[in-house]
């Protein structure tokens, strides 16, 4: 019996070949969370859907299942234009589907992290603060994973004002001076005040402190969720940047 998943806003976080003319391509959609079809005859010449399956177009997806437990994508038509990036910018966009790939599993509706996820994407484009647009993704997609940043300290009391904190991201802020008492072989590399980070507490994204502050937190957070796995979009990043330095 055919069963069909209804239409649903989605974006193409990645795709891989699938038999000679076909590829399988993982979806963020609003409706269904992370769905992996199967796009049938895809490479084709005559294929409508080839020009659309690509990142960054806003698509509206239907997929169908047959006698496989795969999906296959039953039809797609744009539901806005692509979002064009200039280089180094493409690299940042890139960096969201990488994460979305590695960490995103959730077959469930996550309407919070998809529009985090679009106007992330609308901010790189434009080049609209983009530090604080990346920022506020990385916090979107931890909260969404069950691993929000919980700006009070290990005991669950609130920070208190002209102290320090270090971050651990399965133990949360420890006050410098109860450091210790967590672990006398924990190497600590960073240290943050309390004014900083209740300024993210407060999305206060006043200065460049205080996102290179929040940059350091999410990227602990999301480094032990990889599992120290490449992220490739960062290491051609860094290779851009390089290059111009020559």
Same mark, same amino acid.
């Given at each position: 019996?055919?069963?069909?998943?209804?239409?649903?806003?989605?974006?193409?976080?990645?795709?891989?070949?699938?038999?000679?003319?076909?590829?399988?391509?993982?979806?963020?959609?609003?409706?269904?969370?992370?769905?992996?079809?199967?796009?049938?005859?895809?490479?084709?010449?005559?294929?409508?859907?080839?020009?659309?399956?690509?990142?960054?177009?806003?698509?509206?997806?239907?997929?169908?299942?047959?006698?496989?437990?795969?999906?296959?994508?039953?039809?797609?038509?744009?539901?806005?234009?692509?979002?064009?990036?200039?280089?180094?910018?493409?690299?940042?966009?890139?960096?969201?589907?990488?994460?979305?790939?590695?960490?995103?599993?959730?077959?469930?509706?996550?309407?919070?992290?998809?529009?985090?996820?679009?106007?992330?994407?609308?901010?790189?484009?434009?080049?609209?603060?983009?530090?604080?647009?990346?920022?506020?993704?990385?916090?979107?997609?931890?909260?969404?994973?069950?691993?929000?940043?919980?700006?009070?300290?290990?005991? $669950?009391?609130?920070?208190?004002?002209?102290?320090?904190?270090?971050?651990?991201?399965?133990? $949360?802020?420890?006050?410098?001076?109860?450091?210790?008492?967590?672990?006398?072989?924990?190497?600590?590399?960073?240290?943050?005040?309390?004014?900083?980070?209740?300024?993210?507490?407060?999305?206060?994204?006043?200065?460049?402190?205080?996102?290179?502050?929040?940059?350091?937190?999410?990227?602990?957070?999301?480094?032990?969720?990889?599992?120290?796995?490449?992220?490739?979009?960062?290491?051609?990043?860094?290779?851009?940047?390089?290059?111009?330095?020559?």
């Amino acid at each position: 019996m055919l069963t069909l998943l209804p239409p649903s806003p989605a974006f193409v976080i990645h795709s891989r070949e699938y038999h000679e003319h076909s590829l399988l391509i993982e979806f963020f959609t609003l409706n269904h969370g992370r769905v992996a079809a199967i796009a049938k005859r895809v490479k084709t010449v005559r294929s409508s859907f080839k020009y659309l399956l690509q990142p960054f177009f806003p698509l509206k997806v239907s997929f169908k299942q047959g006698k496989s437990d795969l999906w296959q994508v039953y039809d797609v038509e744009p539901s806005g234009e692509l979002i064009s990036f200039a280089v180094p910018e493409i690299f940042c966009a890139s960096y969201l589907n990488e994460l979305l790939y590695y960490l995103y599993k959730s077959k469930d509706s996550d309407p919070k992290l998809f529009a985090s996820y679009l106007e992330t994407l609308k901010s790189i484009s434009e080049k609209i603060s983009l530090d604080k647009a990346l920022r506020e993704f990385e916090f979107a997609l931890l909260d969404s994973l069950g691993y929000g940043i919980r700006f009070e300290d290990k005991d $669950g009391n609130a920070l208190q004002s002209g102290c320090f904190y270090h971050f651990l991201p399965d133990s $949360g802020f420890i006050k410098v001076s109860d450091c210790k008492s967590v672990s006398e072989s924990v190497e600590f590399s960073e240290v943050f005040s309390s004014e900083k980070l209740i300024m993210l507490l407060n999305k206060q994204y006043l200065s460049v402190d205080v996102l290179k502050c929040a940059q350091k937190i999410t990227n602990k957070a999301l480094s032990t969720l990889l599992n120290n796995k490449e992220i490739k979009s960062r290491a051609y990043y860094r290779a851009f940047l390089q290059s111009k330095d020559k």
